[in-house]
């Protein structure tokens, strides 16, 4: 049996991903990795990742054969995710409030700003309670298709 002293570095978050939004720490990613791999052209809405605070959102890419990502992309799907950082001692003061309808609610407009998407919808995925309960006040702050 081996120590985990002697276990090699894991590689993770197996899709290229680019740096589309940032709040503070708070950081829209946009998966692009399939794309150079011949996966269909992005069409519909853009799919925003809500992944839990105490996580991080690598869980959702892990690897090239376990990968969430890697088959909604080859799907045709337009994934982003959002990575809330590290959180430290600034953070002290934020509430569920602060994380809904500044960092949830910022990375929607930005979505539906973008121009590429050419679309004013966005769906949501969420992965944990909390963010199951933020996605519907998110929701009603915009038109019924969002």
Known sequence: ???????????????????????????????VGAESAGARPAKGPPLLIVYALVNRPYMVDLQHDRSLVKGLLALGLDVYVIDWGYPDRSDRYLTLDDYINRYIDGAVDHLRSRPAAGRSTCSACAKVVRSRCAIPRCIRKRSATW
Request: charged share 35%; proline share 0%; aromatic share 12%.
């Open 1 to 31: 049996m081996r120590v985990l002293g002697e276990v090699a570095e894991v590689e993770y978050g197996a899709t290229a991903r680019e740096e589309v939004w940032r709040d503070g720490k708070t950081v829209l990613y946009r998966f």
